[in-house]
């Protein structure tokens, strides 16, 4: 009996140990996702099921800043040597001591011909960087390491210039808001790596009193060939219209003073934004549709990158557990790794589910991270946008907002509009007046020479042309 027992435990005990190995060699051989353990198949098929789980973040990075204002004006001062000349020099500060200066606001400042603005950095007394004209004709954005600025006005020979300074801009890199630390990333890791898409650029939003960092691409719906930028509604609240902008070929960030500094672009890869439409609601609709302007070569985003992709409005359940890919601008806290903070990666992954009723998502299982708000959501076999990117989950799946939404195609088609545009070259010009000129004079309805609509091409459709003319639409 006791024999017995005493052979049953040792076969139990070898049964346990021949399991055990069997075990460590499976998971020494299988990789994690094959096993379906935090990121297989099984894992997301009980995601899909349950679209409501964690909590949902807006993806984006938040630094708080501000402005300081002043009330500078050096009245018209006259350089009447033969030689450039400092006419004017001030040293302005952060009204934080750890706040970094970058964007002057100088309204009512006149360059003339030849003349210009040298900034200094006193934290590094070899670099200086001069600015003969004004973003916008009032704005220069900057960077520099400390927590103030050397602004000098430089005459050209002959020249009459004024500098007014209005208000300074500064941002405190050291102190980020962001959701926690994983939210976003799935499978346990972070598997983004560095990439280049030209159509997908860095949004940097100013507000009153903080940046916010997203991400936001170039697209266009099939019906139409007007391309415009595309991002999540949340990165646009409260944003200020002048001093927002959209950055592409972000360089690496710089480990400098104890923070990582996102650092920007050349001013050729820097683009206003002339006018948007938003919609953000919490636990609701998400999304933004702005028309880009032109950067310092006279360029739109898409005529100096000559890249884009298409608005998928075909959303269902064709598309789930479809591969799918993203590039956008999300924060990257390795220590080891700040130069890849907030500069553009690539993840890929699957479609899990979506939503069939408002509001309008879908839900992916790819690594982001804060900033990847506004970024696209690829459907991999088209190369096609099945979402905007607007948040993160602790655990995945991450979530976006459907392009066949109507509302945004309505903003689009908005936005799109270019009236004064008789043949559709989306440039008002001589060809469109001569193309309602012909046409003078005749009853037509919905005819394009028809500008206003009222069924007779006469001088209110030549208004409109003259009105609009030399426009270039998107
Ligand atoms: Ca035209
Ligand atoms: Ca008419």
């Not at 009204?95 to 360059?111: N, Y």
């Not at 003969?132 to 210039?161: C, D, K, M, T, Y």
């Not at 560095?194 to 903080?210: D, E, H, Q, T």
């Amino acid at each position: 009996m006791r024999k017995v027992r005493s052979n049953e435990s040792s076969r139990k005990v070898g049964l346990i140990l021949y399991l055990l190995s069997l075990t460590l060699l499976y998971l020494s051989f299988v990789p994690a996702e094959a096993r379906g353990e935090s990121c297989g198949e099984d894992r997301h098929k009980a995601l899909a099921h349950t679209p409501n789980g964690s909590s949902r973040t807006p993806c984006m990075v938040t630094y708080p800043s501000g402005f300081r204002y002043y009330n500078i004006d050096t009245g018209y001062l006259e350089n009447t040597d033969t030689e450039p000349k400092r006419l004017f020099d001030i040293t302005l500060s952060a009204s934080d001591e750890r706040g970094t200066p970058e964007i002057l606001v100088l309204t009512g400042t006149e360059l003339g011909s030849g003349s210009f603005i040298r900034l200094r950095d006193p934290k590094r007394p070899e670099w200086h960087k001069d600015f003969h004209r004004l973003w916008e004709g009032r704005v220069l954005f900057f960077q520099v390491h400390g927590n103030s600025v050397i602004v000098e006005l430089w005459g050209a020979p002959g020249s009459r210039n004024r500098l007014r300074i209005e208000a300074l801009h500064w941002v405190r890199y050291d102190s980020p808001i962001q959701p926690a630390s994983d939210c976003g990333i799935c499978c346990g890791s972070d598997d983004r790596i560095p990439s280049s898409a030209g159509f997908v650029g860095r949004l940097k939003v100013v507000r009153s009193n903080s940046i916010n960092f997203c991400s936001a691409f170039l697209a266009h719906y099939g019906f139409q060939d007007c391309t415009l930028l595309f991002t999540a509604g949340h990165c646009l609240v409260d944003a200020v219209p002048v001093l927002t902008r959209v950055q592409f070929n972000v360089p690496p960030s710089q480990w400098s003073g104890g923070q990582c500094l996102p650092l920007d672009p050349p001013e050729e890869h820097t683009f206003p934004i002339l006018r948007w439409q938003s919609r953000y609601e919490a636990g609701g609709p998400d999304w933004g549709v702005m028309v880009p302007g032109t950067n310092s070569e006279g360029l739109t985003p898409y005529q100096k990158y000559g890249d884009r992709r298409m608005m998928q409005t075909d959303i269902g359940e064709h598309l789930i557990w479809s591969p799918a890919h993203n590039f956008g601008y999300g924060a990257d806290d390795k220590p080891w790794q700040c130069e890849r903070h907030l500069t553009q990666q690539y993840g890929s992954g699957r479609i899990i589910t979506y939503s069939a009723s408002g509001p309008y998502t879908i839900d992916f299982a790819i690594d982001i991270r804060p900033g990847s708000s506004g970024s696209p959501l690829l459907e991999s076999h088209a190369s096609t946008v099945v979402g905007i990117v607007t948040h993160c989950r602790v655990g995945c799946p991450n979530i976006a907002h459907r392009p066949d939404d109507w509302d945004v195609i309505s903003a689009y088609w908005d936005l799109c509009r270019c009236p004064g545009d008789v043949n559709g070259d989306r440039v008002v010009d001589d060809a469109d007046m001569l193309s309602v000129l012909m046409m003078f004079g005749e009853s037509c309805w919905f005819c394009p020479e028809d500008l206003n609509g009222d069924g007779i091409v006469d001088d209110g459709d030549i208004l409109i042309v003259l009105v609009k003319f030399g426009t270039v639409c998107p």
